[in-house]
């Protein structure tokens, strides 16, 4: 139960990851755009959102920290968004961002602890 605890708050993080990549590369920085986006991802955010959700309820139950799973959402958001903005945006991404993300990381095992 653990692990699907766990693969529910990664994939629940993972649509949130795609959401923002799909917005910055489909459409434009618009009001019209962001209605149009926000009506079209309706569906994909309503699942992610009810994934992680219960993730996190299930989660907290089972190994009773939030705040860990909390860490793990934070660390899968910021390496999908890190990797889908270079392969889909077609981005640079500096030294910088790479030891961000390592931090995160970090602090993500820490939380575990």
């Given at each position: 139960?653990k692990f699907?605890?766990?693969?529910?708050?990664?994939i629940?993080a993972?649509?949130f990851?795609l959401?923002?990549?799909?917005?910055?590369y489909?459409?434009q920085?618009?009001?019209k755009?962001?209605i149009r986006?926000?009506?079209y991802?309706?569906?994909l955010?309503?699942?992610?959102?009810i994934?992680?959700?219960?993730?996190?309820?299930?989660?907290?139950?089972?190994?009773g920290?939030?705040v860990m799973?909390g860490?793990?959402q934070t660390g899968?958001?910021?390496?999908?968004i890190?990797?889908?903005s270079i392969?889909?945006?077609?981005q640079?991404?500096?030294?910088?961002?790479i030891?961000?993300?390592l931090?995160?990381?970090?602090g993500?095992?820490?939380?575990?602890?």
């Open positions: 139960m699907l605890v766990i693969g529910a708050i990664i629940g993972a649509v990851s959401l923002p990549i799909l917005s910055a489909f459409f920085p618009t009001l755009d962001s986006f926000n009506v991802f309706l569906p955010s309503f699942i992610g959102n994934v992680l959700a219960w993730g996190f309820i299930q989660g907290s139950t089972i190994f920290n939030t799973l860490g793990i899968v958001n910021a390496i999908l890190t990797v889908l392969l889909v945006l077609r640079n991404i500096s030294v910088y961002s030891i961000g993300i931090l995160i990381a970090i993500a095992i820490l939380l575990n602890k």
